[in-house]
């Protein structure tokens, strides 16, 4: 598990962007936090980590459900929030992008129930004033865990600090 607080929008900006420099093909990032926590801010940022254009302007899915971009990777950036479970995301047809050959990015993924799968990012964010949140990140399964090392030394590159 990993603590931050990020200070500023620069901050969550930077932080995303290391998220999306490191993730591979396959990994599954799930957001949560309330709303106006920073979840699509992130989102937007991890975007650019994976080089999808700034002229693809990454919004909330809210009422889309999911959208698409291509960046060195497709990510399938999904949002819950409209769902009121399983049975609904099942009936969606999202859970084909949640084990996608991208980097799927979940917000409110606690209407995913029984369907989280096991390998995945797990971020809280939470509002700490007025632009900084506190962020708990916590690798569920191998393919994140072998990977906070990087993360981590990412942060620490980035002037992001840490708190374990």
């Known amino acids: 598990m990993m603590r931050l607080v990020l200070q500023s929008l620069r901050q ?3 932080f995303g962007r290391i998220l999306g420099r490191i993730a591979q093909r396959g990994d599954v990032i799930l ?12 989102a937007r940022s991890i975007a650019a980590g994976l080089d999808v254009p700034a002229e693809h302007y990454v919004t909330s899915p809210s009422f889309s459900l999911m959208l698409e971009y ?3 990777m497709p990510l399938y950036h999904i949002d819950c929030y409209r769902l009121r479970g399983e049975d609904d995301v099942e009936e969606s047809g999202l859970m084909d992008y949640i084990v996608a050959d991208g980097l799927t990015v979940v917000e409110w993924p606690d209407r995913l129930g029984g369907l989280v799968p096991a390998e995945h990012l797990d971020i809280r964010m939470d509002g700490a004033g007025e632009q900084a949140r506190k962020v708990v990140v916590t690798p569920r399964g191998r393919r994140w865990l072998e990977r906070m090392d990087d993360l981590k030394t990412a942060c620490a590159a980035a002037s992001i600090p840490v708190e374990n």
């Not at 957001?31 to 992130?42: D, M, P, R």
């Open 12 to 14: 969550i900006g930077e």
């Open 31 to 42: 957001l949560s936090g309330s709303l106006g926590a920073g979840k699509t801010t992130l």
């Open 70 to 72: 291509q960046g060195r």
